[in-house]
């Protein structure tokens, strides 16, 4: 069932006034900078802030609307929420933290039991059911976490910066099955994060939020090619290149190759390439560095002292240079250029 979110809250400076669907099977990513009123989104889906004004329901069920009086408690609301610090029971066994939202809903304390084993057998994590939280690496809490919100099976799952607290060698992993996790939810999924690879690897598309507003939303694809603000475009304006990694060496499906350094990576994947990292050249640079493309100009977004130039070709980039750098290259919509990324500046992680 569609979740429909018409939240008005204020709270402090934050005046949150913003309305949004999110469809069944669908995830969406919640971006936007600090202060922006992301938190406070998750926490009015899960019943933990009333609104002023508007309504949130999932389907004909509705959870928040103060023009008709009508408000639901957050126990009595179909809604799965894994924190940014997990916030696991430390004085819990991880098989009675996973249990525990089972019975808050009244499952018998057998069948809660039953139940949360079979969850941390599907997260790979039947031989820790005995321990304690504070026994267990980052990405296990994190899973311990995402059995606890799935378990009663919601309608609604609300994921708050899930992969923040990991560090940079774990998140990778657990980005993945985390994917992988979602893909087989059939309810509807928010996910809150500051990370645009997170973003286009967990979510459908992407909301922005700015200042209690939603300034942006779409594909991430269609946000980074037009950011309509400097907040997005230092924030997701970077190239997101999907394709199948192999070693160091990244094909897409219309056969460019991007090549890469440092961790061997196989399998599907997305290198992140900085438009500040792109140069642009009228001829064929000397030397041929290996990430060097053919492009077309497609279009030129200029502002202030930073200049976005949308690439087209065996690759979409965007190349970030300055207006000098834009007079010397006398370039125009429709003009021919090569465009080179050193090795070294590109990251790949596996989806």
Known sequence: MTLAAAIGVRLGSLDLDVSFTIEPGESVALLGPNGAGKSTVLRAIAGLVPLESGHIAVGAEVFDEPSSDRYLHPERRNVGMVFQDYLLFQQMSVLENVAFGLRARGVSKREARALAAQWLERVSLSAYSRQRPGELSGGQAQRVALARALAPDPQVLLLDEPLAALDVGTRGEVRRDLRRHLDSFSGCTLVVTHDPVDAYALADRVIVLEAGRISQQGTLA????????RYVADLVGVNLIAGTMHRHVLTTVDGATVVTVGDVVDGPAVAVVRPQSVSLYRTLPDGS??????????????RGDRVRVLLGGPLHLVAEITPAALAALDVRPGDEVWATVKASEISASVR
């Open 222 to 229: 269609e946000v980074t090619a037009q950011p309509r603000s």
């Open 289 to 302: 560095p290996r990430n060097t493309w053919a492009s077309v100009v497609s279009d030129i977004d200029q």
